[in-house]
Structures are given as C-alpha cells and as structure tokens.
C-alpha cells in the first residue's frame, strides 16, 4: 500500500498522541509503584553531635523541631519529631519514640514541610493521609513519617535521609546521618583508594 501525502494527516498526530500516553502510562506507573522501600538497617555516617534539645520538649506525639545540621558542604535542614510508634532507623527512649529526617526532597531538592493541618495539606499538597505527612511543595511530593519517611506520593522515589538519633541525660543529640544522603551525595557508592575516597 503507497502512502499519500494527506495519509500524514492522521498518521503523525496519531504517532504524536500514542508516543504521549505510552510516556505518560510508563511515568504515572513509575510514579505511583515503583518507589523505593525504606531500609530497616540504615548505613549511618557519624558527623557532628548537635543537641535536639530536652526530651521534654516534645511533649506529645507528632511533636516536632526544626534544626539546621553542620555538614563539610554546609548546613542541612532537618526535622525531628515525636512519633506514636518505633520505624526503623528511629530511636526509642523510654516509651517514647523519636525520629528525624533531612528536610531536603530527593526529587529535586527543595525543602520539604511537615504537615500537621491535614485538610490544608490535602489542598495544598493534593494528598490526604490521616496522619501528619512531608510535604514537597515544589511538585507535590509527600513522605510517610510512620513509613520511616517513604516516599508516597508525587516524584519522589527514594526516601528521605534519615538521622541518627541519640539520647543521653533526658536530651536527644543528632549523631549523623543515613548515606547516600540524597539527593546531595551521588546515588552511586564513592569509590575508595588505599582507605580513602577517590
């Protein structure tokens, strides 16, 4: 069958349109079921020791403090909060059960925000949980803190970097932090030569 110049018509914007769905069908999958789990054993680099505060302080469940955390690079932001159950990475002090996360989105890396008002966060973030969430305002991203800080909802496929947390004296410190610390380290393990990294 000989082809027609009036047969492009249809054919290029045909093209054009399946081109698009199939693109659009592969990312709405990859968006929606292919994000990565949390890690039950997080690989800590130990930093800087920064007192949290006074394990008072957070004097209720979903509790929070913001914080910025030293690094070589810089400062990070950060968020600890008090949680109603232990997930994993997290620190528990009697009874009471802490976690923190770099506040950094590893979509793209705006800030993140913990959410409390959910009907706002719905509105504004276009997700709805039952629980506080972090949310990525910036393509509206949305982490599970009760998931160890999964991703669930938006770009985001890794997890937030989470913290080392340590309590001493009624007062929780933050000791390091989980690597690749994402997305400021690269997602490739570095390279090491004679002990020390190329």
Request: aromatic fraction near 14%; include cysteine; glycine fraction near 10%.
């Amino acid at each position: 069958m000989k082809l027609k110049r009036r047969d492009l018509v249809w054919i290029v914007p045909s093209g054009i349109a399946a081109t698009f769905f199939g693109w659009f069908g592969w990312r709405t999958v990859k968006i929606q079921f292919l994000k990565t789990q949390v890690s039950r054993e997080p690989h800590w680099q130990r930093a800087e020791r920064v007192k949290v505060g006074v394990v008072d302080e957070f004097d209720q469940p979903w509790s929070f403090r913001y914080l910025d955390y030293p690094l070589k690079r810089g400062r990070l932001p950060v968020v600890v909060l008090r949680l109603p159950q232990p997930v994993p990475g997290g620190l528990s002090v009697n009874g009471m059960h802490y976690a923190g996360w770099s506040r950094i989105c590893t979509h793209q890396g705006c800030t993140i925000d913990y959410v409390r008002n959910l009907e706002a966060g719905a509105i504004l973030y276009n997700y709805r949980a039952d629980h506080p969430f972090f949310g990525c305002r910036c393509h509206f991203g949305a982490f599970d803190p009760l998931e160890a800080g999964k991703a669930v909802f938006g770009p985001p496929r890794f997890p937030l970097p989470r913290l080392l947390l340590e309590g001493e004296n009624g007062e929780l410190y933050i000791a390091g932090y989980e690597t690749p610390l994402r997305p400021i380290e690269s997602y490739r393990p570095l390279k090491t030569v004679g002990g020390k990294r190329a």
